[in-house]
């Protein structure tokens, strides 16, 4: 607060007066804020401040006689103003930290956010996302921003206009080229494929990830698809043939399911600082939770004939995601999805919206309890089979091993395929490594799942190694038992050790068979990094202030 006030005070040059007006609207501005009664003292103090200077700064702007005339003629926030200098995407990501200077783009407008930064109610580390890059596709996941006074408050920090570029242009001999847009907000893994995870930090905001959040795990190029062209092929052992267009399977009976999907290699990183694993760099964001609508796969097959797994045991499932030398694809076993309970459906709906392209468009099977690796998408073909699939993905990859076994000595086949995942939970906030001062109140926040329908019937945390146990609270879906296919979401508020200058922060979770995390990540090592659940850990610094 003193800091800003001494920044008003420099930049607004007033004199005795004028500071007792500031002093006075703070005052009116905390009374109102006062009517929250979540809020403290302090943070009441600090939005009235912020509040009260963001307006001022964006009047400076407003009234500037160079300026005025123009935004006058701007109906809305971004447009472009021609008296203003041009700055291209490049330029932009330049000014992405306080040392050079923070600038956003909006629609075809640039502002420099510098001095705002520090005073963002909803925290340094969700609005530096945006640095050096556009804020829009953030505003469109919080709508609040989109409110009239919260645009002119932009505009008062506007300073140039974004030219795009030539950048778009598609490269058609690059199988990546035509691959969608994503959210900037994503920790990107790797381009090509395309993998990325959802922020930790965000994670545990929305028990039902927006579709922009989800994270991405792709193996190949995303395909193309027409909505009028798709067909899927279903077949079997001694089974008449069928091919099902998009609105055949719409024909079908709606069921939705909320299921979350996890990658086999979430929390790969906590293997890798034990031993070099094969497999890309995934940290604790590598799972997501959504709504998912479509038609059962269960009064599908039963049309067909295939009604039990008595003989018939698995389902080959493949996708449409190819290059020159595979094609994607896996198995379940058959008994999943006749199994009345098992909820596997040909979803062609994400959280109430059209299956996007990243996540399956226009069909993806889900297969709920189990690893994100058999939840097909852009679905292409389903057989049933007496024998699981050869793909490669089925057979020579995620798989689990003992810690002796490295690839100089493994043998694919002595493993069974992944299909349900073990218990896991992670925690979200605080960041790793992120200072607190002693006298803040902790909140401590993550999320936990099961696979197999397991629901989470605790989470525990620790803030001295393991000696003393907290009981989180928990969200959860409340689906049945041996069905709770969401994950559970889970905070804790605690108050700052005394005397300490760090804490190390656990959490474990226990599913409803009593299953509980292993504690270290050493004796679960295996030489993919796959089904790393040992018990979450983060290191947070006290600070005297």
């Known amino acids: 607060e003193r800091t800003m006030f001494r920044r008003f005070i420099k930049r607004k040059q007033t004199n005795k007066r004028q500071k007792q007006t500031f002093h006075q609207k703070r005052s009116t501005f ?5 009517k929250i009664p979540a809020l403290s003292n302090t943070t009441k103090l600090l939005l009235a401040s912020t509040t009260l200077l963001t307006t001022y700064y964006a009047g400076q702007y407003l009234t500037h006689p160079t300026f005025a005339s123009e935004l006058s003629q701007a109906s809305v ?76 408050i932009l505009e008062g920090f506007r300073i140039g206009n974004y030219v795009r570029g030539d950048d778009d242009v598609i490269d058609f001999e690059d199988p990546y080229s035509t691959d969608p847009d994503r959210h900037p907000a994503l920790k990107v893994k790797g381009e090509k494929p395309f993998n990325a995870g959802t922020p930790p930090e965000l994670i545990a905001d929305n028990f039902i990830t927006p579709n922009e959040l989800f994270y991405v795990r792709n193996h190949l190029p995303v395909p193309v698809v027409d909505p009028e062209e798709y067909q899927l092929v279903i077949s079997g052992e001694g089974v008449e043939p069928r091919i099902l267009t998009l609105q055949d ?83 379940i076993p058959l008994r999943k999805a006749l199994d009345v309970y098992g909820d596997v459906i ?21 297969v709920p309890g189990t690893v994100g690796a058999r939840n097909v998408k852009w679905l292409k073909s389903i057989h049933a089979s007496k024998s699981e699939s050869d793909n490669h993905w089925q057979v ?89 296919w969401s994950w559970a979401l889970w905070e804790v508020n605690v108050d700052i050790p005394e005397g300490v200058d760090k804490v190390d922060i656990i959490c474990k979770a226990t599913d409803s068979s009593y299953n509980v995390q292993p504690e270290n990540v050493a004796p679960i090592w295996n030489l993919r990094g796959v089904l790393s659940n040992a018990w979450h850990k983060v290191h947070v610094v006290v600070e005297d202030e």
Request: include cysteine; charge should be negative; aromatic fraction near 10%.
């Open 396 to 484: 020579k990859d995620y798989k689990g091993f003992s810690p002796n076994i490295d690839w100089h000595n493994v043998d694919f086949s002595t493993a069974p395929a992944i299909q349900e995942l073990p218990v896991t939970s992670a925690i979200c906030f605080p960041k790793d490594n992120s200072k607190l001062s002693k006298y803040d109140e902790l909140k401590i926040s993550g999320y936990a799942w099961s696979g197999d329908g397991k629901g989470i019937v605790r989470v525990d945390v620790s803030l001295d190694n393991g000696n003393n146990w907290i009981t989180a609270d928990l969200k959860t879906s409340n689906q049945e038992r041996d069905s709770v």
């Open 77 to 152: 926030a971004g447009s472009y103003i021609a008296s203003l200098p041009d700055y291209s995407s490049d330029e932009i990501k330049e000014h992405n930290s306080a040392e050079v200077g923070i600038w956003v783009s909006y629609k075809e407008g640039v502002y420099d956010i510098t001095d705002f930064v520090e005073n963002h109610p909803g925290g340094i580390n969700k609005i530096m996302m945006a640095a050096g890059g556009a804020i829009d596709p953030f505003w469109a996941l919080y709508g609040q921003h989109l409110d009239e006074t919260v645009l002119e």
């Open 346 to 366: 040909l979803a062609y709906e994400m959280n109430d919206e059209t299956l996007p392209r990243d996540h399956g468009y226009p069909i993806r099977i889900i």
């Open 249 to 331: 399977i719409k024909n079908y009976q709606k069921h939705e399911v909320i299921s979350t999907i996890e990658c086999a290699g979430n929390r790969r990183d906590e293997m890798s600082s034990v031993k070099s694993v094969k497999g890309g760099s995934w940290d604790i964001g590598a799972i997501s939770n959504a709504k998912w609508s479509g038609a059962k796969l269960k009064d599908i097959l039963e049309d067909m004939g295939i009604t039990n797994s008595d003989v018939l045991k698995h389902l080959h499932l493949e996708g449409l995601d190819t290059d020159s030398t595979r094609t994607y694809g896996s198995s």
């Open 30 to 34: 905390r009374t109102q804020f006062t």
